[in-house]
């Protein structure tokens, strides 16, 4: 089992950047794919990003690819999501998201462990 705390929401203007952070407990977080996704007020939960186990593949959403980065650091057991040319349509809620796999898919009920998420405002 793990639990996920995200980090490093805030406000930021349009253009500008932001480094979200997913500390993770339990000794066995190389075991574990992970996924970063968002919910805007109204809205359904989208898929934003996904790294495997290793850190060595991942995949975007298409809305956001070129501009986020998703990595991690098994040794710190913590996933980033960095977070550049931000828009404010990219405003929401982000949750980090967990699954005992090589890699997890672009479903929000692929993942069976959630954080409580952290919020991302971007002003126009």
């Known amino acids: 089992q793990v639990q996920l705390e995200e980090s490093g929401g805030g406000l930021v203007q349009a253009g500008g950047s932001l480094r979200l952070s997913c500390a993770a407990s339990?000794?066995?977080?190389?075991?574990?794919?992970t996924g970063w996704f968002r919910q805007a007020p109204g809205k359904a939960r989208e898929f934003v990003a996904a790294?495997?186990?290793?850190?060595?593949?991942?995949y975007y959403a298409d809305s956001v690819k070129g501009r986020f980065t998703i990595s991690r650091d098994n040794a710190k057991n913590t996933v980033y999501l960095q977070m550049n040319s931000l828009k404010p349509e990219d405003t929401a809620v982000y949750y980090c998201?967990?699954?005992?796999?090589?890699?997890?898919?672009?479903?929000?009920?692929?993942?069976?462990?959630w954080g409580q998420g952290t919020q991302v405002t971007v002003s126009s």
């Open positions: 790294i495997n186990r290793s850190g060595g593949s991942t």
């Open positions: 339990g000794r066995t977080f190389s075991s574990y794919a």
């Open positions: 998201s967990a699954v005992q796999a090589e890699l997890g898919g672009r479903s929000w009920y692929q993942y069976d462990y």
